[in-house]
């Protein structure tokens, strides 16, 4: 399984690197907005883990393009911003499997993805 991780903290990105790795997943992981449309482009991904604030296109831009272009795809949303105007923003755009408050623990993001592998089989 390829997963994108989506997010401008450099230290979430390495987290997700390294625990998904170690779990036996594909990981790609891109800074910002704009990177993770190229990496959607290059590669097929099942899962991306999409944080809401970023700079340049925020994930609610970044969610509505691919589920336009691309809504086979599983996304998670990440975010800091528990109870914000973009979660709710999200919720009405749909398509968001779950949404996961920071800091997170290592058995929820466990969870979440065997819970979308469980779905999808």
Same mark, same amino acid.
């Given at each position: ?16 690197? =390294?625990?998904?790795? +170690?779990? %036996? *997943?594909?990981?790609?992981? +891109? %800074? ?9 482009? /290059? /590669?097929? =991904? ?11 296109l925020n994930g609610v831009e970044v969610l509505?393009?691919?589920? /336009?272009? *691309?809504? %086979? ?6 975010? %800091? /911003? ?5 979660? #709710?923003?999200?919720? #009405? ?7 996961? =408050? ?20």
């Amino acid at each position: 399984m390829n997963i994108l991780i989506v997010d401008d903290d450099i230290d979430v990105q390495t987290f997700f690197e =390294h625990f998904l790795r +170690a779990e %036996g *997943y594909t990981v790609y992981s +891109a %800074g910002d907005g704009r990177e993770a449309l190229c990496k959607l482009k /290059e /590669e097929v =991904h099942n899962m991306i883990f999409l944080d809401l604030k970023m700079p340049d296109l925020n994930g609610v831009e970044v969610l509505m393009y691919i589920k /336009e272009h *691309y809504p %086979g795809i599983v996304v998670v949303v990440i975010t %800091g /911003e528990k109870y914000c105007d973009k979660e #709710e923003k999200v919720r #009405e755009i749909g398509g968001v499997f779950d949404i996961i =408050h920071k800091p997170f623990k290592l058995d929820t993001v466990r969870q979440v993805i065997k819970d979308t592998i469980g779905k999808s089989a």
